[in-house]
């Protein structure tokens, strides 16, 4: 549902990371959470830019800054129509016990060009290395899995879950650097991690993690916890809004059309 | 400017969304149906999960119905003793066909059965409904009576457990109310629709019903069935978004209440004319997607999966 009048929630979570010196350390190098924020899921919410503020040092000139943001996982599916009998009926389909819901990778260059692929996904910079598939599918042949695999992530990328932003890491002058990740209003409330990480020459030297909410609130919170918890009270009370408004619309515009 | 959706997890239009209930409201009051198996699927092309779609054609089916069958009510175009025994078969029959539709999933023959059973059954109804109807308006326009006439010795008359109809002038066996409404409701639990399209026929050509009673005896029952299935899937999927409802239903009440004007203004064989051909074409469109290569071939669960 993207429009013209789309609102872009402004600067919703700043966190600061201190990234330590990876020169002289480099693993144990200091570095420490920053503030955490949240996303706020009221009525016109229609997405969210996050914003990673933080610092990284500025030599040797060729470190690359990463940041990672993950949202809840969730049990998912993805399916891959089949024909039988010359018919569009059935589905083969690939479970996957937990999936992020979101999956956002914000770097300065290309993924590829940070680190290869199998460090990439140790680090679980790829969305696929971070599929956990159901046991009941793990029989499936590896090749048609890692397929399916690949369509789920490139489905969520066209529905702006899944992002993969080269640009999205500016360095600003004094070491600072500024991340930013474009959220969905699709996107699922819950607890989102951000992951700074700063690799060079294909290795990671540090990391940084810090947490953020996206939660609803006021109407859309009520609501929302009111299906949760009494479904039978919540489906009455949308059985009561469709009579009660027939009833209503009824008697108004007989009165409207007889006058 | 959007409206997020708490349950469904999403943001829409609230003015495509208003426009949609109207559209298929007047559907609802110009036929007698609820108009799920239109607001359903059009709800499915716009990006709403399945199981808000499902739940919410049937919350907006009540709605369209109610408003209308209010107005069927006041020009007495309502058998309510009939409506009431076609809404019990109906509403057994909804529970027997959960049941069977939860078997057919645990087998894995659910989606196959049901998209193959859509087409025949949409493409049959609307065949003979628009065959009957072109018949019909020929008989008209070359000036004969219509044909039939009152049924005296079918089997509705024959079965036992006879009670009298006063509104539709009949005396026939409770059995075959009952069962069309059984009947009815299983289809509908099965296929997530409310049936009214599939009653209207067997209205007509079971049961005799008088013309002018056949669109409001339909509504009441759709508001019946439409009514439970809000209920039973909302409170056992979780897929009902008030918010949602409140759009759809908004845009609906107004819409059925036009349609009901529009509706008097036509004679009932073009009602059943228009209506067949509607049926015709969804069944088409439906047919094409069988057979047709599919643009997407992946599809995957609901973003948030929350439901």
């Not at chain 2, 007698?32 to 716009?46: A, E, K, N, R, S």
């Not at chain 2, 009298?164 to 075959?176: A, D, H, N």
């Not at chain 2, 049961?207 to 009673?213: A, D, T, Y």
Request: one cysteine or more.
């Amino acid at each position: 549902m993207t429009g013209l009048f789309r609102i872009i929630l402004a600067v919703l979570a700043c966190a600061l990371a201190w990234v330590g010196a990876p020169a002289r350390a480099q693993n144990r190098g200091r570095s420490a959470a920053g503030i955490d924020e949240a996303v706020l899921v009221t009525s016109s919410f229609n997405g969210a830019r996050v914003t990673i503020f933080g610092t990284a040092p500025t030599s040797p000139s060729d470190l690359d800054v990463v940041v990672l943001v993950r949202g809840p996982d969730r049990p998912a599916w993805i399916g891959e129509r089949q024909r039988f009998f010359g018919l569009w009926l059935g589905q083969k389909r690939l479970r996957f016990d937990a999936a992020p819901t979101y999956f956002g990778v914000a770097s300065a260059k290309p993924l590829g060009q940070v680190a290869a692929p199998d460090t990439l996904a140790l680090y679980g910079l790829t969305p696929e290395s971070q599929l956990a598939v159901q046991a009941g599918d793990t029989g499936m042949e590896p090749e048609e899995r890692d397929r399916l695999m690949r369509e789920y992530a490139r489905l969520r990328a066209r529905e702006g879950l899944y992002v993969a932003d080269a640009a999205g890491v500016q360095r600003l002058p004094g070491g600072l650097f500024r991340a930013d990740l474009q959220m969905p209003d699709t996107t699922a409330p819950g607890l989102y991690t951000a992951k700074v990480m700063v690799f060079r020459n294909g290795r990671q030297l540090d990391s940084t993690l810090m947490t953020l909410v996206v939660s609803k609130i006021g109407l859309e919170r009520v609501l929302y916890r009111f299906a949760r918890n009494s479904p039978a009270l919540h489906a009455l009370l949308g059985v009561a809004l469709a009579l009660g408004a027939g009833f209503v619309a009824s008697r108004v515009l007989r009165r409207v059309s007889v006058t | 400017m959007d409206v997020y959706l708490p349950v469904a997890e999403m943001a829409v239009s609230p003015w495509l969304m208003i426009g949609l209930g109207f559209f298929v409201g007047a559907m609802s009051g110009v036929f007698g149906v609820g108009g799920g198996f239109l607001m359903t699927p059009l709800l499915m092309l716009l990006g709403i999960p399945a199981p808000t779609a499902v739940v919410a054609g049937a919350n907006v089916a009540a709605a369209a119905a109610t408003t209308s069958v209010l107005g069927h009510f006041e020009r007495r175009g309502v058998d309510l003793r009939m409506g009431l025994v076609v809404s019990i078969g109906g509403v057994v029959g909804v529970s027997v066909g959960a049941l069977l539709f939860a078997a057919m999933k645990a087998v894995g023959a659910d989606e196959g059965l049901v998209r193959v059973a859509y087409v025949g059954l949409l493409g049959f109804v609307g065949f003979s409904i628009t065959r009957e109807a072109w018949q019909a308006l020929a008989r008209t326009r070359r000036g004969e009576e219509p044909a039939g006439g009152r049924v005296r010795n079918d089997l509705a008359h024959r079965l036992p457990w006879k009670v009298r109809f006063p509104r539709s002038r009949l005396y026939i066996s409770v059995i075959p109310p009952l069962a069309i409404g059984f009947c009815v409701g299983v289809l509908s639990a099965i296929m997530g629709v409310g049936g009214g399209f599939l009653l209207i026929p067997l209205l007509i050509y079971v049961l005799h019903l008088p013309p002018s009673l056949v669109v409001g005896t339909s509504t009441f029952q759709v508001l019946v069935m439409a009514s439970t299935t809000t209920f039973l899937q909302g409170s056992a999927n979780g897929g009902l978004d008030l918010f949602l409802s409140g759009l759809l239903i908004g845009g609906a009440v107004v819409g059925a209440q036009i349609g009901i004007v529009i509706g008097r203004r036509m004679k009932g064989e073009q009602i059943r004319m228009v209506f067949g051909l509607l049926v015709l074409l969804v069944a088409l469109r439906l047919a094409a997607d069988l057979v047709l290569e599919p643009a997407l071939m992946f599809s995957a669960s609901p973003p948030g999966a929350g439901l």
